[in-house]
């Protein structure tokens, strides 16, 4: 699946405005915007959004931080999205 896809899909599931997800994601705000006027990330870039996707469902899932060494994305750390 491509990884704009799978970010559109996790916007819808969390409300999350997209200019929020790319700063938590990946320290960009822009980087939704680009996304969906074709920007093509990098396989690191790409591995580091699904990470954080998928790392966002499972703390949504069980309401526990996962212990990885990185932060808890902010959708969870904010009640509005989710948590």
Request: with cysteine; glycine share 8%.
């Amino acid at each position: 699946m491509h990884v704009g896809q799978e970010v559109e899909r996790f916007l819808r599931e969390t409300d999350m405005p997209p200019t929020k997800f790319g700063r938590a994601a990946v320290n960009d705000p822009r980087f939704v915007g680009d996304l969906r006027n074709g920007r093509e990330p990098r396989a690191q870039m790409r591995t580091r959004v699904l990470s954080f996707i998928e790392r966002a469902r499972a703390e949504r899932a069980d309401g526990q931080p996962r212990q990885t060494g990185h932060a808890a994305p902010a959708c969870i750390r904010d009640r509005r999205y989710g948590a």
